[in-house]
């Protein structure tokens, strides 16, 4: 369902939605445990998902690409399933509340990240080819570099602590691997390697290692893993999709299945001592909603994350499958919404101006967009104007109520 796997759904994280089913309407039936989830290993249709089959998460689920002589791109779901994106047209707009800063006449911007300065952003893209790249541009739209190029695909780009490096996913070896370069494209290094598809790069604090979801040749599962860039040391963590680690401290935030009931994916967190994974603890779940790709506040306090709507159960004032963008304090307290009811819109990043930024077809096609976090305090749409408070609990964004449930 979104692209950054393209992570899910846009119409293709989550490179990250039109929920991979070949709508976001698709991609919430699937919001449960589904294939590659860490409590599922069948995909939808019974079967048991192929390890080449796999592609990184994608923003939006699109219809089938036509056959031509090169390879089709690998896409990842948010889910950890495989499906395509189908891009659109757009064009660039925004206001004080929510900003819209790539476009593309052709095809998608996805896995949006944003350098700690808060003043360049790098994010995937098939706006020059049916393979996603990865580009580099400024917050305000300007000075615009593709910073990889070729046969392959490549997604999931981060910035290391100091800026200085972007660490992103690629097939250029083959399957799915992480590797390193500098913020001018030069210098890439492969940092994983094997049978294992590993995606969805995140850097510690200190930048001297990194986390990632990979799925697990023996569990059928996707797992998440620690790499010590010094020493090259592997450490299997738990099970989950997507991390993001606390830029103030050994946590690091991903989502998972729930084991029994509804099995869709909630928000889950996990601290690291002496390497060693400690208190796993749910931070939010719905009964009726899908919790995906969580990323933190730069202080570490706050996280924001997108949620997907199950179909069927939104009622007359939440459309099916609606997509929206969370925040929620690092305790599971105080959930307030930063999106309501327009277009699609998923894989949040966190920036260090307080804007969270995300990909949203808002404008038309998947593009990259930002909001400003006080937007939180009352529901604004993107002609800024105040939502009125709902009569029921279900997508509020009022302090005092709840996700959807």
Not at 3 to 9: D, F, G, M, P, V
Not at 56 to 65: K, M, R, T
Not at 159 to 177: E, L, M, N, P, Y
Request: charged residues 20%; negative net charge.
């Amino acid at each position: 369902m979104i692209r950054s796997l393209r992570a899910a759904t846009f119409g293709g994280m989550v490179a990250l939605a039109s929920l991979w089913a070949g709508s976001l309407t698709g991609c919430a039936a699937l919001c449960a445990g589904g294939p590659g989830n860490a409590g599922d290993t069948t995909a939808a249709d019974g079967a048991t998902p192929k390890p080449d089959e796999h592609r990184p998460p994608a923003p939006f689920p699109e219809l089938p690409a036509v056959d031509t002589e090169a390879p089709p791109p690998q896409i990842v779901n948010v889910f950890g399933e495989v499906n395509g994106a189908k891009p659109k047209t757009v064009l660039l707009g925004g206001d004080g509340v929510f900003q819209q800063h790539t476009s593309a006449d052709e095809g998608y911007d996805s896995d949006v990240a944003v350098d700690p300065t808060g003043k360049w952003i790098a994010f995937a893209s098939t706006r020059n080819s049916e393979h996603p790249s990865i580009y580099l541009q400024r917050v305000d739209g300007t000075a615009v570099t593709q910073l990889t190029d070729g046969g392959s695909d490549d997604a999931y780009p981060t910035f290391s602590t100091d800026g200085k490096q972007i660490a992103f996913s690629s097939t250029r070896a083959g399957g799915w691997q992480i590797f390193l370069m500098d913020r001018d494209g030069r210098n890439i290094v492969q940092l994983t390697n094997g049978p294992m598809q590993a995606i969805h790069p995140t850097f510690s604090p200190d930048g001297g290692r990194i986390a990632y979801c990979g799925l697990g040749g023996r569990s059928g599962q996707w797992e998440l893993w620690t790499l010590d860039l010094k020493s090259n040391e592997r450490k299997m963590i738990g099970y989950g999709l997507f991390p993001s680690w606390c830029p103030a401290g050994d946590r690091i935030a991903f989502q998972r299945a729930r084991q029994r009931g509804s099995r869709w994916f909630s928000l889950w967190t996990i601290e690291l001592v002496n390497g060693e994974a400690l208190r796993s603890t749910e931070i939010s779940v719905s009964a009726n909603a899908a919790i995906l790709t969580p990323a933190w506040s730069p202080d570490g306090q706050r996280l924001a994350f997108a949620t997907v709507l199950q179909p069927g159960k939104g009622g007359e004032s939440r459309p099916r499958g609606q997509t929206d963008i969370w925040v929620v304090n690092a305790d599971g307290s105080n959930r307030q919404r930063l999106t309501d009811g327009r277009g699609n819109n998923l894989m949040p990043f966190w920036a260090a101006d307080n804007r969270v930024y995300f990909v949203s077809d808002r404008g038309g096609a998947e593009s990259i967009w930002s909001v400003r976090t006080e937007a939180a305090k009352g529901v604004l749409t993107a002609d800024s104007a105040p939502a009125k408070k709902e009569k029921t609990a279900i997508g509020s964004a009022d302090t005092t109520d709840e996700l959807p449930k």
